[in-house]
């Protein structure tokens, strides 16, 4: 038994790596409209816009949900990383950006 060609043919891992890469893939096309220029290197970051973390989670949830149903116990707990994800995903953003736009009011009293 191929245990990694178990795991790459699994519709859970599929669909995860799928939303991670659309989402990805997405970041400079977002922030193009944005910010009216290409940022191509968005591509291998973390955080901003689409979240590729929770898109990942909402994926899984959803194909779960498909495969072992939407009321399973597993889908249960999907749902409930979707929830923690999105939740952490956007309040930590904009506490980050709070506390960012604090410290450069700092630096720039400070100098």
Do not use: C
Not at 7 to 12: K, M, Q, R
Not at 70 to 99: C, E, K, M, N
Request: glycine share 6%; hydrophobic share 55%.
């Amino acid at each position: 038994m191929n245990h990694v060609s178990d795991f790459f043919s699994n519709p859970v891992v599929i669909a995860a790596l799928i939303s991670w890469f659309v989402a990805q893939m997405l970041k400079p096309v977002v922030n193009f409209f944005f910010e009216k220029r290409w940022d191509w290197l968005l591509i291998f970051e973390s955080g901003g816009m689409p979240s590729s973390h929770s898109a990942m989670v909402t994926a899984v949830a959803f194909t779960v949900g498909f495969w072992q149903g939407f009321g399973s116990a597993p889908f249960g707990v999907a749902a409930a990383l979707v929830a923690i994800v999105t939740y952490d995903a956007s309040h930590v953003r904009w506490q980050a950006g709070l506390q960012a736009q604090k410290i450069n009011q700092l630096i720039r009293d400070f100098f």
